[in-house]
């Protein structure tokens, strides 16, 4: 079973199940770690770095529950008119999501890829459709969809995550609530904490 | 200095118990080997060549004495006894086990301090000039911007996950004492006709392999504006610096490559989106984050003057030691004095938890509370009173802390290199105290002469901007070591340049001392070291250097294509 997590809001969390191989699926159980060696160091790791890293070349899922995602480039492509079916697409890393300014309308998810956990684009793409275009419709993570990358993915304005396949879905619904409370501003419009001008007119209002 | 309050706590509480939950779920086989990497990095932890290291940030170098007990206590409890100040003016555990980690950031959380993204490809701890507030040549006191910078930066979700690490760093002073132009993102500070603090911007600096001075992108930038412009910098670099080689990672590649007016522009245009914005700062916000740092309760009564001179001419070391470790304050009766962590024989930037202790007495003694940490990897007490010179300078000694040698040849900055580290090619500490050795006789002569030792080519020892810098290189699995000369980063900042070919271990300290010979036949009178290099030219001291050595051998393609 794949699951799909919707942050309806910050303590509402539902759960969607949706067919196996839906997502990005469980990876081989990693292995337990053995406590001596790492408290022993792990000597010269110079000969194991590599330097170059893959670049991601095809998103990690094709489908969403009405239909298939369609590439930034064939939406674009697309006549704008037939606006009937509601639509979603995939986001590449490498996209450039200003490329859908005026382009939004009949767009019900954008999905957003996280090729690898690491690579931190998807959540500046997120933060651009959200604050930027004012994207209102669901914008989904996938691929390496992590425990412990949720609640960053959320603050960037992310409302719905496919989850890795062996990702613990009770764990990752209580994610959410790791901080009781952010620092800056950032795409979910959460409230925050840092003196700024716009908090001070939000206090004063 | 800044004090918590209830919601600063919550968020340092919250990271612990999150950080105790993934280790938890790491080693129950939850979370893979590859994935926790970046999870414990980012709370400061490597693995390093003999056991896990934790690092500690100490934002801007500034301790209270009740968190430098902790510092000790730390020490004590889970380490061997003893830290290590790094050159980005925080503190490492060598040897802690990974278990214990969350408990140590408990411990650190109890006063006020963590290990919030001291690692991984984040926002890291920022820094700043040792002497803010106190420097005789500051336009504007940088820590109170630093720390908004801090808590704006502190788990900023969208830049969590950057193609690699991000340094920034402060100056508000006319000699640079923070090296801030080899930062990834760098803060001028001055006031503009109307008092108003702008801050000209520079972005791109570094050391490492692509050593880069940074260049200005942004000047007279509005100080309510500093963090929209950052998320502007910010989000241009996240979106496009490049993720396929992590050598060609950091942000001065991606300016490097569209060279800096064109950066700059891309900024500008993201910049007009978020000027104005949510990240605006409020205009009392300056005001209220100045109130932290104020000024302590300063003596006005006499100097003391007059006991200091009487003490200097009847004892020529404290007379040395005035000299070398007290800087001018901005107010006469004052000095700021700096606690040498650069003994013979121990390793640079090293201190016991004994030490530890006894440095928070003598700051809770003579300088309101409060400790400095240098990225010199020095400590500082910033506000003592002239007429206390003596009688602190009598406690260091018994202390064994009274090494009169603040920017001396003998004042190394040096990485822990290949006793520690899982990425050096070659030893740094041996070297370093060979070096400080051999010219510890001549030092004092020789003057004000900035040695910096990286153990290898990343430049965590800062070599690339060492008065004379030394790398350890790796050839055929022996360690080599390249000497460079001219890097400099006070009133303006060179890169150093490689003299010479690398040379085997045993003939570092002779080689340099060959290069300080030279100086010393050939200065001219008052001129320092570096002067003296710019002068009469690096070749020069090539020359004088190398010429005589019969050990130097050619260096392999590899190191070829490391310079």
Known sequence: ?205 | MYIYNAIDQSIVDARVKQFADQTERYLSGRISEDEFKPLRLQNGVYVERHSPLLRVAIPYGLLSSRQMRMLAHIGRKYDRDFGHFTTRQNIQFNWVKLEQVHEILADLASVQMHAIQTSGSCIRNVTTDHLAGVAHDERVDPRPLAELMRQWSTLNPEFAFLPRKFKVAYNGAAEDRAASEVHDLAFDLYRDEAGEVRLTVKVGGGQGRTPRVAPVIKTGLHWRDMLSYTEAVLRTYNRWGRRDNIYKARIKILVDALGSERFGEEVEQEFAHVQGGPATLAASELERMTAFFGAPAYHSAASGDQDEARHRLSDPRFNAWVKRNVAKHKRDNYGAVTISLKPLGIAPGDATSDQMDAIADLADRFSFGQIRVSHHQNLVLADVARSDLWALYQALEALGLSESNVGLATDIICCPGGDYCALANAKSIPVAAAVQETLAAKAQDIGTLAIKMSGCINACGHHHVGHIGILGVDKKDEEWYQILIGGRTDTKTALGQIVGKAIPREAVAPTIERMTDFYLENRNSGELFIDAVERLGKAAFHDAAFQADPTQTPPSPKIQEAN
Not at chain 1, 75 to 100: F, H, K, Q, S, Y
Not at chain 1, 105 to 112: F, Q, R, T, W
Request: aromatic letters at 8%; glycine letters at 6%; one cysteine or more.
């Open chain 1, 1 to 205: 079973m794949s699951i799909l997590l919707k942050l309806l809001s910050s303590n509402d969390v539902v759960t969607l199940a949706l067919p196996e191989g839906a997502f990005r699926p469980a990876p081989a159980p990693n292995p337990l770690p053995n406590m001596e060696l790492i408290n022993q160091g792990q000597g010269d790791v110079r000969s194991l770095i590599r330097p170059n890293v893959k670049q991601p070349e095809a998103p990690s899922v094709a489908a969403w529950e009405y239909g298939t995602l369609l590439t930034l480039a064939d939406w674009l492509e697309r006549d704008a008119a037939n606006a009937d079916v509601p639509v979603g697409i995939v986001l590449m890393p490498t996209d450039d999501p200003l490329a859908l300014a005026g382009r939004l309308d009949g767009l019900a998810v954008i999905a957003v890829e996280f090729a690898k956990f690491s690579d931190g684009r998807g959540y500046s793409i997120a933060t651009l459709l959200r604050s930027r275009l004012g994207f209102k419709g669901e914008i989904r993570a996938v691929g390496d969809v992590l425990i412990d990358q949720l609640f960053a993915m959320a603050r960037c304005g992310i409302d719905s995550f496919a989850l890795r396949g062996d990702q613990d879905v009770e764990t990752a619904k209580r994610a959410f609530e790791t901080f009781p409370t952010v620092y800056q501003w950032a795409a979910d419009e959460r409230d925050f904490v840092l003196a700024t001008q716009a908090n001070l007119e939000r206090a004063a209002a």
